[in-house]
């Protein structure tokens, strides 16, 4: 009698994983052309570069969580179904942590550029607020910030068109405030979710905690002394998407 021996090299490249790995990196391929292709607004931006992503560490996990089950001898082993439940949450994880680390960086390369203001800048530095702000290229009237390795603050065109200086800086110094408002993220489950789910940083730019937006609003005021631009800069702003 011989031992069974669950893992053996040629079993890798089964048809099933082999169609599988294709389709996943063909949609891979297409998130990086779409978001080439088209000019999409920030949060579609970020869901290619999430599913991207996603779809390219898909198939790594999938054969390596294949050699992992075979080489223990586990039940996984040539059972896609378990080894997608098993790779998917790996991939998902991996794609979280690489864009936690470069997406602003990736953001960057879709060719945003730096944010140029010689007045806000003087303002900002000057109170030490060196946080790096980029220039998205939309229509539409957005601010979001990244708090990630790399933090950073982007302002579309759109918002920079219909504020004036000193509204801009009130929406920038806002966004500032969320960068630095590390109390909350550390709170331990809001914290896990953020880091383990790509989606909930997509769902993070729409700035649901209302307590957080006040510290923000307050932030600004305090660094400004008035609460008149962030107001007007936020009544601009929702009367832009209200067509008025
Ligand atoms: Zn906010």
């Known amino acids: 009698m011989t031992t069974p021996t669950c893992f053996q090299a040629y079993s890798l490249v089964s048809y099933d994983k082999i169609i599988i790995s294709a389709v996943f990196l063909m ?6 052309f779409i978001l080439k292709k088209y000019s999409l607004s920030p949060k579609m931006k970020i869901l290619a570069i999430y599913s991207h992503l996603l779809f390219l560490f898909f198939p790594v996990f999938i054969l390596s969580t294949h050699t992992v ?27 979280a942590v690489t864009g936690f680390f470069f ?11 730096k944010f140029r203001n010689r007045w806000i800048e003087n303002f900002l530095w000057g109170r ?22 790399r933090s950073a603050i982007f302002i579309s065109m759109g918002m920079q ?21 590390h109390s909350s993220m550390l709170k331990i489950s809001n914290f896990v979710f953020r880091i383990f789910s790509p989606f909930y940083i ?11 937006e006040m510290e923000a609003d307050n932030f600004a ?17 929702s009367d832009f998407y209200n067509h008025k």
Not at 27 to 32: L, R
Not at 163 to 171: H, I, S, T, Y
Not at 202 to 212: L, P, V, Y
């Open 27 to 32: 949609i891979s391929v297409m998130s990086i």
């Open 69 to 95: 089950c075979g080489t223990l001898c586990m039940s996984c082993y040539n059972n896609l179904p378990a080894l997608v439940a098993y790779a998917l949450p790996s991939a998902t994880m991996a794609t």
């Open 103 to 113: 997406l602003p960086a990736l953001l960057r390369l879709n060719g945003n550029r």
């Open 128 to 149: 030490g607020l060196w946080e790096k702000i980029y220039t998205i290229d939309s229509a539409k009237p957005v601010a979001f910030s990244f708090r990630g390795f």
């Open 161 to 181: 068109e219909i504020l004036n200086k000193r509204e801009l800086e009130a929406v920038i110094l806002h966004e500032i405030a969320h960068i630095r408002q």
């Open 202 to 212: 997509i769902a993070g730019f729409h700035h649901e905690n209302k307590r957080e």
């Open 221 to 237: 005021m305090k660094i400004q002394g008035t609460r008149k631009y962030i107001k007007s800069s936020k009544k601009k702003v």
